[in-house]
């Protein structure tokens, strides 16, 4: 068992000491709203939010994109569960801001090992063959987060699985201050009909 699989467990068995009543938790989330955001370890949404269990639904991926599997997400969040108002939060020095596809793509070719950066870019290590298949993928990259922002609201916005009566916020967070800023132009295109 590796280091960090007994740091899970026993931080698991910690909290089932002090589980209470939470497994009464009803599954639609509480305060009716759902969050896309970053992968990025450094955002906690529960704490920049305000959030405890049972409040929200937080759907997370590289770069908090409005990929299919997100707005897909999204859509059961609100039919199903019945989260009325929905926020898109990227944030500051992104690690989707650092390569494009054509970068992620040749990585992948030259190995599967981890890759690393520097000053001049990502490198790779060459060793243990690679795959032309990321090639293939749009990898949802960053090149202006707070457009990236106003397209992800407006992807979702304009999905016809989407209705109409759900205000879509936009936010870029702060890795520096915590601090939550509006994407006005975000907001704006996700305002309701």
């Known amino acids: 068992m590796s280091k960090i699989v007994e740091e899970i467990t026993s931080a698991n068995a910690d909290y089932v000491a002090g589980?209470?009543?939470?497994?009464?938790?009803?599954?639609?989330?509480g305060r009716q709203f759902a969050i896309l955001t970053c992968m990025d370890a450094r955002l906690d949404p529960a704490k920049y939010a305000g959030l405890a269990e049972g409040d929200a639904h937080v759907i997370r991926n590289a770069g908090g994109r409005a990929s299919d599997d997100a707005i897909r997400?999204?859509?059961?969040?609100?039919?199903?569960l019945g989260t009325k108002e929905w926020f898109v939060i990227h944030h500051t020095d992104c690690g989707m801001e650092t390569f494009d596809n054509e970068i992620m793509g040749n990585l992948l070719s030259a190995s599967l090992k981890t890759a690393s950066v520097d000053a001049t870019g990502w490198h790779d290590s060459h060793d243990g063959g690679g795959t032309t298949d990321g090639k293939y993928i749009n990898w949802l990259t960053i090149s202006d987060s707070a457009k990236s922002v106003v397209e992800d609201v407006m992807r979702i916005r304009s999905n016809s699985m989407v209705p109409s009566n759900v205000p879509i916020y936009g936010y870029i967070y702060d890795c520096k201050t915590g601090k939550l800023d509006e994407i006005l132009e975000a907001t704006a295109a996700g305002k309701t009909n």
């Open 19 to 29: 589980f209470g009543d939470k497994g009464n938790l009803a599954m639609p989330p």
């Open 73 to 80: 997400s999204l859509v059961i969040s609100h039919k199903l």
